[in-house]
């Protein structure tokens, strides 16, 4: 029973153009996502979050955007770089405390 | 360098043994986890310290237990060790959000590889 769904295992882009993962999350009253990044042989690292009460949050090259009505969250890349390349988590906060993680995406970006 | 740290990065045992992990934060976080990521690449949560205390502690088996010595350390040590076992562990610190919701990133270790055989 997955709460959290990246539904896409891969995605390869072309350097310089846009690079969009995707998340769903099952439950409504989750209200606090995070994405992390993640290169093989080392651990996953904090790239940029959002609350419900917003819905975009950028960083740089790094967007987050958040749809509460359709319970979905996208990571938007522009440009994409070749070191962008590696496997992207979403993450979201539930009630609990706990962190629950989607399955990843891995991006590969192609110079 | 400020950063969470695990050692060792790769453990090769046999079915049966204990073994443990070890994890360190210099970030002065107050709260501390284990991950396992499994074959299948799922990141599930294990077990989480906040200043020493278990404040979660997922459906894992008892062989499984954590020690926090200090507030800066929560190790893993893990009894009679399976097959199934063999997974990547992940250590992360954070630091507790207002009245203990823990809303704030996390910051992971580098991961140690468990292979039992």
């Known amino acids: 029973d997955q709460q959290v769904k990246q539904n896409s295992p891969s995605l390869s882009v072309q350097e310089g153009r846009i690079s969009i993962l995707n998340c769903d999350y099952t439950?409504?009253?989750?209200?606090?996502f995070l994405w992390y990044k993640k290169y093989p042989a080392e651990g996953p690292t904090f790239l940029i979050s959002?609350?419900?009460?917003?819905d975009k949050n950028e960083d740089g090259r790094f967007t987050v955007f958040l749809n509460k009505s359709a319970k979905h969250l996208s990571l938007h890349i522009v440009p994409s770089q070749p070191g962008d390349s590696a496997v992207y988590f979403c993450?979201?906060?539930?009630?609990?405390?706990?962190?629950?993680f989607g399955q990843g995406t891995e991006l590969s970006v192609k110079p | 360098d400020t950063a969470v740290s695990q050692t060792p990065k790769y453990l090769v045992t046999q079915m049966g043994n204990d073994k443990s992990i070890k994890c360190e934060q210099n970030?002065?976080?107050?709260?501390m986890y284990w991950y396992k990521q499994d074959s299948k690449k799922f990141l599930k949560i294990m077990f989480s310290?906040?200043?020493?205390?278990?404040?979660i502690n997922e459906t894992v088996p008892n062989r499984f237990s954590p020690k926090s010595p200090d507030k800066a350390h929560l190790n893993l040590h893990i009894n009679s060790l399976e097959l199934g076992d063999s997974a990547v562990y992940f250590c992360?610190?954070?630091?507790?959000?207002?009245?203990?919701?823990?809303?704030?990133?996390?910051?992971f270790g580098p991961g140690t590889r468990l292979t039992v055989l």
């Open positions: 310290y906040n200043n020493k205390e278990l404040i």
């Open positions: 992360a610190s954070s630091q507790a959000g207002v009245a203990g919701v823990l809303y704030n990133e996390q910051f």
């Open positions: 993450a979201v906060y539930n009630q609990g405390g706990k962190l629950i």
């Open positions: 439950n409504s009253m989750f209200d606090y």
């Open positions: 959002i609350s419900s009460i917003k």
């Open positions: 970030l002065g976080h107050d709260t």
